[in-house]
């Protein structure tokens, strides 16, 4: 069952994308799509799940509300994944996720504050796997804000490290987050 929730959470991918008119928020053109997946979902959580499948659910539910603009919904099922969660990976993870829903929210300081805790929880339990999601979550959120300076540093530090790792998704993601940011910096300069 978990593995046919994933094979259609795939599916889901292709109706989502990153407008840049909303500062690269993950956005849905079928929204349809979403709510059935919903419709179908959520009823399964009565069932008797393992941690990992329930932990799998609640991010994948918050997930899929967020690019629906649901962000009370979303900001729920990632609180529920966070009690769930099962090691300090997960835990980071689902702290930017949560972030990133109170961000959908409006509630850019509470997104700013999880992201540090992340932040936090990466360099404590040394796993610096997340730093370039979490500096490029950051700069994000900085982008919206209007601090765009911050949010140049955060996508330079995200793009140098995603440049070590070399991949390539990652790093066209992060150049366009910077490249986005430059055009917002040099259209407030234009404007003074």
Known sequence: ????????????????????RQFLREQTNAPDKCWAFIYKVEPLLEKEWSKEDLYFLYSTLGYVYRVLNKSREAIAFFEKALRLQLNHNQEIVTLIRLSEAFKYANEHQKSL???????????VNSIPYYEDFILQHRGKCLMELGELNGALE????????????????LIRSTQKAFDLCMKCLKERQGTK
């Open 1 to 20: 069952m978990i593995r046919q929730i994933k094979d259609e959470l795939n599916g889901l991918q292709s109706s989502i994308y990153f407008d840049e």
């Open 113 to 123: 504050q999880l992201l540090r805790e992340a932040m936090n929880q990466s360099t």
């Open 154 to 169: 955060d996508f330079s530090q995200s793009l140098a490290i995603r440049k070590r790792k070399g991949n390539k998704e």
